[in-house]
């Protein structure tokens, strides 16, 4: 990034960001686009008045333009209506901040479809149309990952006596449940990289140990499942599977425990 | 700059302003030589360090194909590297990249394991540009000249923070740059011990033993003879300021501003690098609230790199994508005063507070901790 690539609009909306927040109550609805993983994630959120929006928050984790997007699309569309709101789009934006540097066109200018999102979601619950949440096979029989029997004891571990074993490694335990969340943070006592996979939304654990765990150095990766433990001779990465994304990346460990 | 005007001589002629050229271009070649243990005609002047790499990859590759096609590198190489050895690999070669551990730092013994009959050269950097893990190269080149095996280190990052001696560490190809020592861009180092067996990129009329052909860019060696022979003299004390800035930094860091870590190794590490990492925040963003503030930094974002890539190099030490985006490099130097330090301390704090704030990762109540 060029400083000079950016817009003094741009630089001003990053800089005194209007409209941050969160909304909550009657008539309020949120879209969310975007994925921590590829460095953009926007919560838009609208309360609806009369077919207006009246009110409009957002939240971004992301760069400058992200950032700035977010900010401007919600100063123009407060006190439209959502047919109109509606035809407001990427280009749009882009033409309001006087311009972004074009390699930020499409990955971090998605306030628009932020946006658009919030109004199908409001228009659905007012249809009384809320889609159920997906709840993915948490419960499902765990299948056999590729690579799990030829690197067992080299990296894959099904039983854990002596946690000292993983000291300072970086460790990728898979959600099995309680016995297994416990484990890992028992296991931060040890080193400091725990990364539990899990394919749930949230922890997948009671409210003492979610919230243990969030307190912890455990890092979780939700919505995710291992395909394949990769390596010469030992465990050198995992390729995760985001479900949310439909995404594959390797991410790099030394030990895989699967408590069976 | 005496050596674009009045002292023209091409070192290559046999008049008068010639030999002073050549006289000039050996005394430096000299210079730079002392600087890293090596004799004066094992230096061999490019036009920089990504230069430098090519030919040692590429050059003694292609020159030792008959004994094999096995090249070895890490995970944590410089992209000129990497890049150089994806093309190896399109014209034939085979290429093992070595994983590194959670601080970004080899294992010989991994190492050791991946070596096969076929294998021709290993090319493992002094220290990581971006994390600033410093490598066990003694090591390496110990195990590589048992083995008989070519050793390259790329020593661009590590040149002038670390005494490097090409004989003590047994490196057989180095590579060396200006510019990261205060001197001129545009030139560089490669050094060849002598015996290497090395084709040559550039083929022309002879120069630098027939490894690079091409009039010497006099001036630029001129300059970067004079940043080494600065470089020599300051670089003890300048490296135990630079390490007490460096502890400040990560230390304040570390405990003044919750969920921050650090990337790289805790000890062995360079004495100008500070890299660290946020949780729910993304590096660019970081980057651009700073520099409103006067101070300039870098990021292994991907929202900061011409391919919207996240750093190799952060991943390889096992980081997620969203942890690669949330980095923040420091790099101190010659001009980095305690003052600045304090800086960064005055105004992180509230930019990472006020970003974590926009931001729909971070939760207040998991900063309990």
Redesign the interface.
Known sequence: MKSTQYSEKVLDHFRNPRNVGTLEGENVAWGEVGNPVCGDLMKMYIKVDNEKIADIKFQTFGCGSAIATSSMITEMVKGKTLDEALKVNRQDVADALEGLPPIKMHCSNLAADALHEAIKNYRNQTKGKVPLPVVRGAKAPAKEIIGEKEFLKKGVYYTVDDLSLFKDKRVMMLDRGKKSLEIALELTKHTGRVIVVTPSKTIPADAELATKLRQSDVKVIYESEPLEIRGSEEVEKVLVHDLNEDEEYELFVDAVIIVK | MPYLKERFGNPSSLHGEGDEATKVLEECRGTIAGFINAEPDEIIFTSGATESNNTALIGHASRNKDKGDHIIIS?VEHISIHNIVKYLEKNGFKV?RL????YGKINVQ?LA??ITPQTVLISIGYASNEIGTIQPIAEVGALAREKGIAFHSDAVAAEGLIPLDVKRDQVDLLTLSSNDIYGPKGIGVLYVRKGMKVNPLIIGGGQERGLRSGTENVAGIVGMSKAVEIMRTEMTEEVKRLAGYRDKLIKNILARIPKSHLNGHPTERLANNAHVRFE??????L???L??EGVSAATG????S?T?E?SHTL????L???EA?GSLEFTLGRFTTEADVDRVMEVLPPIVERLR?????Y?A??V??
């Not at chain 2, 994983?99 to 959670?102: A, S, T, W």
């Not at chain 2, 704030?357 to 990762?361: A, F, T, V, Y």
């Open positions: 995970e093992s994983p590194v551990d959670q991994k394991s991946r729910a925040i993304e590096g660019e963003s980057i651009l609230a520099r409103d974002s991907a929202c900061s011409k919207l996240p991943i390889s030490t096992g997620l994508h969203e985006h704030r926009l931001s729909p990762l939760k109540e998991e309990t901790t």
